[in-house]
């Protein structure tokens, strides 16, 4: 059975005057929600066989403190805001011998993603994750939203 975990990074700084947003870095509090959603995970998060990330600094920081194993993450710019359909997209693309992918980036694509699977259901604040389940064992590339489930939604604790 196929699954796919979605992670939003943790808490962000606030931009400074003249910041990239995309080189917004953790806070404190979003380093612990990464590593909180880890400990939730422990039992889950050996299975992932592939990950991508977000280049931006927010998110490579989140990988850090939550993924521990040693699939080394594949880093995707155009997963910086990228909307659920590109996100999607990305899914097409696997390998078939990936079985269990996680990407981790932000919002609004991960909630659009989310809510375009269960309309209405959720919410997707920082580190906030969801566990999916591929409905019937197809291919990647012919996956659609209605061939999702949410098995799982997981949120930090503070």
Known sequence: MKQILLMRHGEAQDPSPGMSDFDRALTKKGRQ???????????????????FC??????????????????????????????????????YGLEETTCFPLFIGHNPGLAQFVMTIAPGCYVFPPAAVALL????????????????????MLYPKN
């Open 33 to 51: 929600q990464a590593h909180d959603m880890a400990n939730q995970l422990q039992d889950v998060l050996p299975a992932v066989d592939a990950v």
């Open 54 to 91: 977000s280049s931006a600094l927010r998110t490579r920081e989140t990988l850090t403190e939550f993924y521990r194993q040693t699939i080394p993450p594949l880093y995707v710019d155009n997963l910086y805001h990228a909307p659920a359909h590109l996100l999607l997209e990305k899914i």
């Open 133 to 152: 389940t591929v409905k019937k064992e197809i291919p990647w590339y012919e996956l659609s939203f209605q061939g999702i489930s949410i098995e799982k």
